[in-house]
């Protein structure tokens, strides 16, 4: 199916590209985030008139992205979890969890759909997660999960 790009997309392409992929992933993810559109004539000529003022706005998340990227770069959240007898974790920590864990610290409210830890975060110790915050733009943080003290 082919669509014409409203944003820069990573490993897919740039504004007003007009490319061809899956039909799922057309609907159900570029389409349905309003990052593309379906490759009509009238929807050519439409991105074409305002392919500028998208590239400004594009312009203006990649410098948002910046800033966030600065605040955050490399900096350690620390994380209470109940553990077992093996010191394993009940349950995994999920993006949700470490978008809340950004939102209450640092005022920020970024998407979990955009946080990726390394690997599945199940034990105790410290994890890196890629946080990516524009199709340009990667930041990294570090999340260190300690044992919770349960109160008896």
């Known amino acids: 199916m082919k669509v014409i790009l409203l944003e820069n997309v990573r490993k897919i392409g740039a ?3 007009i490319i061809d992929v899956k039909r799922g992933f057309a609907r159900n993810h570029l389409i349905a985030k309003k990052k593309a559109l379906f490759a009509s004539k009238e929807n050519i000529q439409e991105v074409e008139k305002i ?4 590239s400004k706005k ?3 998340k990649r410098n948002e992205a910046k800033k966030i990227d600065e605040r955050l770069k490399n900096k350690l959240y620390t994380i209470q979890k109940l553990i077992t007898e093996n010191r ?3 349950g ?3 993006p949700t969890e470490i978008s809340n864990i950004l939102s209450k610290n640092e005022g920020l409210d970024i998407n979990p759909s955009l946080i990726q830890p390394s690997k599945e ?3 105790l ?3 890196d997660v890629i946080l990516n915050l524009h199709s340009d733009i990667q930041s990294q943080i570090k999340i260190k999960i300690i044992p919770k003290e349960e109160s008896q």
């Open 92 to 94: 995994s920590v999920k």
């Open 15 to 17: 504004i007003g590209e």
């Open 58 to 60: 594009d312009q203006d």
């Open 121 to 123: 975060i199940k034990s």
């Open 88 to 90: 394993e974790l009940y």
């Open 125 to 127: 110790g410290t994890f």
């Open 51 to 54: 392919k500028n003022e998208l």
